[in-house]
């Protein structure tokens, strides 16, 4: 706002006046100047397509706080500013605050300034917000992408300027990637690859390879790329030289996204430059860069509650009980999650902590092998975003370390010593129940037998086929498909895809699909389905909470009729077979 103006409320609007007319302390005054200052360091987030800002500072005024007074202060702010950047920001929260015609001619006077702004000596690389702001704004008419395509000839020359900043050549990326600017095509791979050859930049190569390839030259791109893998693997290897957890933290970044490259190229160009094993060794460089970080790394332990007065009362329960009363207080020691109060917290905690919850993550195995990764936002599991199930999944890890060794075990301990269950007992057991099919009661049962002398582990590994088999069939009572059909073979649907099934929580209730989900489905958990199907288990696991956790919760399942558990509201309250 200029030395010598200011802005005055009188009679419901808003009017200019001069500063020597508007006391310094006018409260319409200090609202003006707030609401200046406020806009010019919103922050621009792209992932809101409704409200793109954000303020800055705590107290600042956010556009969701700007009354229609406030509106109107803006209005005049974007008429007297000299300030490109505040006049731009004002012009499109006015744009944002309007509909139809309205807010199409106010989107349009926003991309004029910016073209003007953008040949201006004080327009800067940080300043490329503004552009991917705008390269938003080109779908309201002809008149719109006229201008977005003048502005985005502008940033090509700033690219194509000898030693552009790299924010320039981020932008390049923005432009590829949103399939702008392909008339230049030719030019940006050009450009890029000559800079390439003597700075063998990563950028530069994977900006000349991109652009190679929309201009149509498939081969140069794919020999750039391939110059690109080889780039990052060389750098890569020189910091796992070094043998730290940082400089190998760095290097597996270098060497997944050499592999993404890698495998972006034709078969036929890694074949003519005899570099067809090369994803191989970058395979074996991402294995050796995750045994140094595994290796090097300090075990995070976190404090466990004290449950030593729940466990007392349970063991004084039973101490007396006998048979099913004994089953029935084991079996009834803890809750099932209650899967509506896990997904809230989760949510809330992704609400305070998304720098924390939304960060990419991968799983490194003890042989460097990366078994899960995570960090995709956008996506969806199990019908929550993937932060949020993620978070569910480290909350489920915590319970299971937590109720297994201080409260269930110790029971199971009790129990071991003073009932004498045997073998034919638990065959029994798995016989009476509705939810074992009739021609596994033998197998259910013995497994639940091994895990009560003990031998959880082998108890735990026999289990899991059959809960598959158990999912499946239950399924099947409701119609769901379980199978799939194709080149005249019928093969039945593994235990990861059953989970997926929107019907599940139809036959087992919220709180158990949630319990399955979490230790058996392929996302975020321990994934013990999988693991346990293809050897991964070693034999040190046996010492890990799941085996008795998924014994325990097995034996559970088979002692409750499906009346227990079959209501999606209820959770899982039923009684215990008698």
Request: with cysteine; proline share 4%.
């Amino acid at each position: 706002m200029g030395d010598d103006q200011g802005v005055d409320e009188r009679g419901g609007a808003v009017h200019r006046v001069r500063a020597s007319e508007v006391n310094a302390e006018h409260p319409a005054a200090q609202r003006a100047k707030k609401i200046a200052t406020s806009v010019e360091d919103y922050i621009f987030d792209p992932s809101d397509r409704s409200v793109p800002y954000k303020p800055w500072f705590p107290g600042d005024i956010g556009p969701a706080d700007l009354t229609e007074d406030d509106m109107q202060i803006v209005a005049n702010l974007a008429d007297m500013t000299d300030n490109w950047r505040l006049r731009a920001r004002c012009l499109d929260l006015i744009a944002l605050r309007s509909s139809g015609r309205a807010r199409a001619n106010a989107a349009l006077i926003m991309l004029e300034s910016l073209r003007e702004a953008i040949a201006d000596p004080t327009f800067k690389p940080r300043d490329m917000d503004f552009l991917t702001r705008a390269l938003e704004l080109g779908g309201f008419g002809p008149a719109h992408r006229a201008v977005v395509e003048q502005l985005e000839d502008r940033v090509v020359e700033l690219i194509l300027a000898p030693l552009p900043d790299l924010h320039y050549i981020s932008f390049s990326r923005r432009l590829r990637e949103d399939k702008r600017t392909h008339r230049h095509a030719k030019r940006l791979a050009c450009q890029f690859s000559f800079t390439a050859q003597s700075s063998r930049s990563a950028i530069e190569l994977e900006e000349a390879a991109g652009w190679a390839a929309i201009a149509g030259d498939r081969n140069r791109s794919d020999d750039l790329l391939l110059d690109l893998a080889l780039t990052l693997q060389e750098e890569a290897r020189g910091h796992i030289a070094d043998a730290r957890v940082d400089s190998a933290f760095y290097a597996s970044e270098l060497l997944h996204r050499a592999h993404r490259n890698y495998l972006r190229t034709s078969i036929r160009a890694r074949t003519a430059r005899d570099l067809v094993d090369l994803g191989n060794e970058l395979a074996a460089d991402i294995r050796g860069a995750g045994k140094i970080i595994v290796s090097h790394s300090t075990r995070r332990s976190t404090p466990l509650p004290d449950l030593s007065t729940a466990r007392d009362h349970a063991l004084s329960q039973i101490a007396n009980a006998k048979d099913d009363d004994a089953q029935a207080i084991f079996l009834r020691l803890i809750d099932l999650t209650d899967y509506a109060a896990e997904l809230a917290d989760a949510e809330n905690i992704r609400k305070n902590f998304a720098l924390l919850t939304d960060a990419p993550r991968r799983t490194i195995e003890k042989d460097g092998r990366v078994s899960a990764v995570t960090g995709d936002t956008k996506r969806q599991v199990f019908g929550v975003p993937s932060p949020v199930w993620h978070q569910m999944m480290r909350s489920h890890e915590f319970r299971v370390h937590t109720t297994v060794p201080q409260l269930l075990h110790p029971v199971w301990q009790h129990l071991h010593e003073t009932q004498h269950w045997s073998h034919s007992d638990f065959v029994d057991i798995a016989s009476q129940s509705d939810m074992t099919p009739k021609d596994r009661t033998t197998s259910v049962g013995t497994a639940l037998f091994y895990g009560f002398t003990g031998d959880f582990f082998t108890a735990f590994q026999l289990l899991i086929p059959q809960t598959e088999h158990l999912v499946r069939e239950q399924l099947k009572t409701i119609d769901d498909r379980t199978s799939r059909y194709a080149d005249g073979v019928e093969d039945e649907t593994s235990l990861p895809s059953l989970l997926k099934s929107g019907k599940l929580e139809q036959v087992f209730g919220v709180s158990l699909a949630f319990e399955l989900r979490a230790l058996f489905g392929d996302v975020g958990g321990p994934n013990l389905r999988h693991r346990v199907a293809h050897g991964q288990v070693s034999d040190e696991e046996e010492r890990s909470p799941y085996p008795f956790y998924v014994w325990w919760l097995v034996w559970r399942i088979v002692a409750t009729p499906t009346s227990g558990w079959a209501d999606p509201a209820s959770g899982w309250n039923g009684k215990l077979i008698e």
